[in-house]
Structure formats: C-alpha cells, structure tokens
C-alpha cells in the first residue's frame, strides 16, 4: 500500500523499546518546562459553528477511492450558553463542552481512482441549550462544572431537592456527544411505536464496539449496585448477565470495559464516587463527587461469563489506578503441562494512569492555559509523571475445570461427559478461528448512555458465530460469604477450588510510545493482535500531539511526523478491502492546525505513517473523543433523504 501513498509529510519517526525510558523523561521535562505555551488549540474549542452544509472540501493528495463511506465524528463544541438570565454560562470542564458531530462523505469518483469529500456538522444539544437559558444548570447534573459562587446554601439545598424528587418532562435536554454509534439492537420496536425517529445515527457516551450489545449498567445506592446485560442483535431481547452489589465495591466513574469472545471483564478503577453515588446529587457533578485518589483502595476485577449463564467466575484485585479506555481483550484455552489441565488465559490490553490527575487536566482553563492553570497539573515533575498514561496488558489464567473431578460430587460419568464436551469444544475452536479469517467486517455500534443515576458505560461489538468453546462448571470455586453475584443462569458451585487463578503484568508501555483514545484495526477485537493506534502526550501540547503505531510485541513505535501545533484527533483505522495484514488500511483523523485556526481530514496509510492525502476546510472543527466509520453509507443516506423529500412533495 504505501506504493500508492502520496506522501505530504516526512516520512514517519522510528522509536524503539530502547527508547522508551528517555522518551518518557525528555515529555516529562517538555511538560515541566511548559513547552506547550508554544503549541496554539484555543481554536479547537472557541467560536465553533455548525456547517448544515454540505460543504464540498478540497482534496489535496490521494484519499483512496475504497475508503468510500460516512465518516462521523462526535464531541464537545462551544464551551459557553450566551443569552442566560444571568448573561453567559461558562462550561468549566472538555467533558461538558456542548455536543457537536461531525459529518464527512467520502465519494470515489467516476473513475474509481479519486474521491470527493463533503462535509456538513450539527450541535445535538439545542434543547439542552434552551433548558439552560431558561433555567440555568441548578437541575442538570454534569461531569464537572463548577458551582456558581453566586449559589448559597439554601439555593443547593433547593437544587438538591429538585433533583432527588423530579425528572425533566424531555429527555431532548440532554448534552450527550461521545461516542457514535448505528443500529442499536433493541430499537427497532420503539422506532415502529414512534417512540423513536427514523434516524439511525445515535450518541452516548461509551467507545466501544460490538453486534450483540453488552454493556453495564450502574445504580448509585448503598451499596452501589452494577448489572452486566446483553442486549440480543437477533430478538432485542435483554439478558442480565450478571448483578454485583456488595459494601466492598464501591460505585466508580467507568468509561469502558473488555469483552473478548467468551468473557465480559469488568474493571472498577479506583475512580470512587462517595456515598455510592448518592453524593452526585448534592455535589451537582460527578468529578466533585469523587473521593481523592487513594492508593490503598484496589482496582477490582470481575471476569464474567457471557455464554453459558454462569454469572462472575473470578474476582482478582491489582493496585490503585485509574483509566478511561480499553484497547483490546482476548481469551485461549491452552494445557497446563504441569498441572496437566486445562486453563483459560485472558488478556485484557488497557491505558491508564497512576492517578486521576489527568481528570482535572481537562478543565478548559486547564488546555487553554488561561491565567496560567496548566502549570497546576503539569508543573512538576510528579504532576507530569502522573498525568501521562501508559499500555498495560493484564493477563488472568483461570482453571477450566477440576484436576480430580471423581472427589466430591463428581461422578465418573458426569466426569467422562465433561472430557467428551472439552474435546468437542476444542474442534469448535479450530472451526471458529477458520471461519473468523473469512468473516467480513463488522458495523461498529455503541452504547447509548441514559441518565447519571443509572450510569451505562463501555460496550464491545461481539462477533457472531455459529459455536463457541463452553465455560465448564468447574470454573467456579466455592464462596463462603454472603456476597451477591446474581444473574441470568449465574450457579455458584458446592464444590473448593483446586487451582489459585494467577494474575500477571506481562506489557507495560509508556508515553509518548503509546497514548489515549487508542484504536486497532476492527477485525482483530477480542484477537490476539500486533497494532495499536494512539495519540501520544509527549508534553508539547495540553493535550495530544502526534499519532502514534505501537507494535506490541517488538514495541517498536511508528510516530506521525506531524508539523508544531497540529492537533489529532482520534485515528479511525480503514481496513482495505481484501488487505491481508493486520496493517493493510488507513487511518482517518480530524486535526486541527493550531496556528490558522483551521481543521483537515487527514488520511495517513497504517502501515508506514506517512500521509497520503487531506481534506481541508476553512474552518476550525472542535477537538472530538470518538467517531465511526460507515462504508458506503452516504450514498443510503442521500437515497432516504431524497425519498423522504419526495414524500413531503
């Protein structure tokens, strides 16, 4: 592929492992030092206009024609309410800023060798916007906005009560744009009864990709509860996978979870919210509500079962820490020689960070370095240090079954029947690992978040398949306690575990090799995989600075050679058509350039780094968290358009 790149760009920076230790001190010293005074993003989140469009955009390079489809892009746009009773309403937290997506339809051209790109943007929060001149922010929760000085405390106490005792009449006054997502499972219905529109574009708050929609589902309370469902892409039907509400497990902000094809992992980082929860609604959003970062409160795991209904399987916990985003999870059942049994590996890939510093560093006054607050998170040594993220790969190996299953209450048939059952599992393995090197790609779909009370994070796109190896009973060890693990078909053996589940740290990568809102080529989730994409910290900017290839298992790092003050966005990996390699696409990401306030489309081939072409505007487009790539969809999309317009005609 990169025979046929255009390249706009020096080639790309090589970095190796060796590299890693002085990479990571010379960002420390850049971030201390405040060398990103000299790298401009005011323009990402100011002034931001909507462009109803569409706007054609000039195309500079090669932008490959098979890379034809939808590209959306979603996240905070203005950061400012104008017109309130009390003049302008300043949005104090990125996470805040007012929903924006972005739209791009990338046309292949007559000849099949060029493309065409149109461009057209729409703010999802014009109800939000209304509720808020009219009636201020005293009844809307948010992630971080700071309390009015200008509030007492009686106007909290009123507030508070609002909150606990009343919902909005709409739910159109919501301020959701994280992620993107099309064709929910379970929304069909409610689109026939006309409790939804026909548009099939959707926003939440969660990054992450699946068919069947698993998701959790968090109640704040005492104690907190968590609920682990699936929603079926087949029936829409729902199905608790798991309930988990235990005094030792607190309710935690959670942004994702992992998913590899026989297990859900639920990670509760040390991210607490006091109370339970219950704390949100006097506080008035979530980052006041948290408790300070504690080492002494553990990151708990829970490896779920997703197949065969046995509920949580294993509880392991890893010290303090905190994260946004998975990158990836895969599981394989392999023999234990020395044991002689059989065991499941689990591999659970994820960035994250030593602290939560890295939550106040997205304040607005924060990235925008306004009277000088950047220095606040980034200026010291420790601040830095604790501020940039790193890849961690978290591997569980669990028992699959017994090593004497005769003891106890297993008889020699039930024991012969399981050996069968193992066997024929291990040739559905063989067949399913064929059938998913010929399995086409899959639409990307996440999951729609609804309301703070009960906080639903993180979904993964699961693969269909016709077979999958079971979760034999045995996974399960006894418990001796009065803990809740509830949930569709969730059986707790009577039976002790022989085996101790072992827990390893086998990857630990730093910045900049690696870095946020992390992306792999789509084909490869819940895979063993070589390839993550990343935008790196390398302290230059408040913000990320550069697109970054990590090569997992050389840690050999690919970096953009991207010009000073030229902004990311998250990298959305295009696999050709047909392309073999788990590199064989491109990457498509929203960057702005600082210095001209104006944004482009840029198109960088995976496998070397090196641009191949741009689309660019002239305008700025505001710095966005997720977005998904449709084949094919702007042409359906401008069939329903026009059919509709020739209804109303």
Not at 15 to 20: L, N, Q, T
Not at 96 to 119: K, N, P, S
């Amino acid at each position: 592929m990169a025979a046929e790149s255009a390249i706009l760009s020096p080639n790309a920076i090589t970095r190796s492992a060796d590299d890693e230790q002085e990479d990571l001190e010379a960002a420390i010293r850049n971030a201390v030092d405040g060398a990103y005074l000299n790298w401009p993003n005011e323009a990402g989140f100011t002034n931001l206009d909507e462009h109803r469009g569409p706007i054609e955009l000039p195309v500079r390079g090669q932008i490959p024609s098979w890379v034809t489809g939808t590209l959306f892009r979603t996240g905070p746009g203005a950061n400012k309410v104008d017109n309130t009773s009390s003049g302008s309403l300043h949005i104090s937290h990125w996470f805040d800023g007012l929903a924006h997506t972005h739209r791009f339809d990338i046309i292949a051209g007559e000849d099949g060798v060029g493309t065409t790109v149109w461009y057209s943007s729409r703010r999802q929060c014009d109800s939000f916007i209304e509720h808020a001149q009219k009636n201020g922010m005293r009844d809307i929760i948010t992630f971080g906005q700071r309390a009015d000085p200008c509030i007492g405390l009686f106007g909290k106490i009123m507030s508070t009560w609002v909150v606990a005792n009343t919902r909005r009449k709409t739910k159109k006054a919501e301020n959701i744009g994280v992620t993107v997502q099309l064709d929910v499972p379970g929304l069909a219905s409610a689109a026939r009864s006309g409790a939804l529109s026909h548009k099939t574009v959707w926003l939440g708050t969660d990054c992450h990709l699946l068919r069947d929609y698993i998701n959790v589902n968090i109640r704040a309370g005492l104690p907190a509860t968590y609920k682990i469902f699936r929603v079926s892409a087949a029936t829409g039907e729902t199905e608790i996978l798991a309930t988990i509400s235990r005094l030792d497990v607190p309710m935690a902000y959670i942004h994702s979870f992992f998913l590899s094809q026989h297990f859900v992992v639920l990670r509760v980082p040390s991210s607490h919210i006091s109370l339970d929860g219950l704390s949100i609604l006097w506080k008035r959003n979530v980052l006041d509500a948290m408790k300070p970062f504690d080492r002494s409160r553990k990151t708990k795991w829970f490896i779920i079962d997703r197949l065969r209904g046995h509920g949580v399987v294993a509880e392991f916990e890893t010290e303090a820490a905190f994260f946004f985003h998975t990158v990836n999870c895969f599981d394989k059942m392999h023999l234990d020689i020395q044991d002689d049994v059989e065991k499941w590996s689990i591999s659970c890939d994820t960035i994250e960070y030593p602290n939560m510093n890295i939550l106040r560093g997205l304040y607005y006054d924060v990235v925008l370095d306004q009277d000088g607050k950047a220095r606040t998170v980034w200026g010291t040594e420790d601040q830095a240090r604790g501020t940039l993220p790193r890849l961690t790969r978290w591997k569980f190996t669990l028992p699959l079954h017994h090593r004497n299953p005769s003891q106890g209450r297993r008889s020699l048939v039930s024991t012969l029947h399981d050996r069968l059952k193992a066997l024929a599992a291990r040739a559905c393995r063989k067949g399913e690992e064929l059938g998913q090197k010929i399995r086409q790609k899959e639409d990307t779909v996440v999951a729609v978040f609804r309301g703070l009370p009960a906080m639903a994070f993180s979904v993964l796109k699961p693969r269909l398949t016709f077979q999958q190896v079971p979760v034999q009973e045995g996974l399960q060890g006894e418990r001796n306690d009065d803990r809740i693990y509830e949930g569709t078909g969730t059986k707790i053996t009577d039976r002790k575990a022989i085996f101790t589940a072992e827990l390893t740290r086998t990857i630990s990568i730093p910045s900049p090799h690696v870095g946020e809102l992390p992306t792999i080529n789509p084909a490869y989730h819940t895979r063993a995989y070589h390839y993550v994409y990343s935008l790196a910290m390398s302290g230059r900017s408040t913000l990320m600075d550069t697109i970054v290839k990590t090569d997992l298992v050389s840690r050999a790092v690919l970096q953009w050679n991207n010009p000073l003050g030229h902004t990311p966005g998250e990298a959305i990996f295009v696999q050709r058509p047909g392309g073999v390699e788990e590199d064989d696409g491109v990457l498509l990401s929203v960057v702005l350039d600082g210095f001209s306030g104006k944004s482009y489309l840029l198109c960088l081939d995976a496998r070397t780094m090196c641009e191949m072409g741009r689309a660019a505007m002239d305008f700025a487009v505001g710095f966005g968290f997720h977005g998904v790539h449709a084949p094919n969809l702007a042409v359906a999309i401008t069939s329903e358009e026009e059919s509709g317009e020739s209804d109303k005609k």
